[in-house]
């Protein structure tokens, strides 16, 4: 508050100054935009969170429906579900460490799941899985 000057009548004059009331002003709206970004972003974060749990969840259905391992067989399959597409893709396993020569009870193959937001967010999920060797070794 600026200190009380006589005017020209005489009486005391008090309050705020328009330059004091103006940087007040500046000072309330700087501190609200900052407040107002930080909601913002909480929000945003808050989205992308949801939809990348949302992604998960459909991957983990997908997962949990696979067919037995005798029945997985070779290729892909596509489908939608909730909006979010999705792609399983079924391969031999590939591994430079793997001897084609020795005969195996088990056969690994490659499952590859791509889950796809409608924002465009991709899920990936990559594993191995295998199956029984019917002319196999032990």
Do not use: K, Y
């Not at 597409?85 to 460490?97: E, I, S, T």
């Not at 791509?114 to 594993?127: H, K, M, N, Q, Y």
């Amino acid at each position: 508050m600026c200190p009380s000057t006589e005017p020209e009548n005489g009486g005391p004059q008090a309050g705020f100054t328009l330059i004091e009331s103006l940087v007040a002003l500046a000072i309330v709206a700087v501190a609200l935009t900052a407040i107002g970004m930080l909601v913002a972003a909480d929000i945003r974060a808050t989205r992308s969170l949801e939809q990348r749990l949302q992604l998960i969840e459909t991957a983990r259905e997908i997962l949990s429906a696979l067919p037995e391992r005798d029945q997985l067989t070779m290729g892909n399959t596509r489908g939608e579900i909730a909006g979010q597409r999705w792609r399983l893709d079924v391969m031999p396993f590939a591994g430079n460490f793997v001897d084609q020569n020795v005969t195996s009870p088990w056969i690994p193959q490659t499952v590859v799941l791509r889950v796809e937001a409608p924002t465009g967010e991709i899920l990936r999920v990559d594993t191995v899985r295998l199956h029984r060797n019917p002319g196999g070794g032990p």
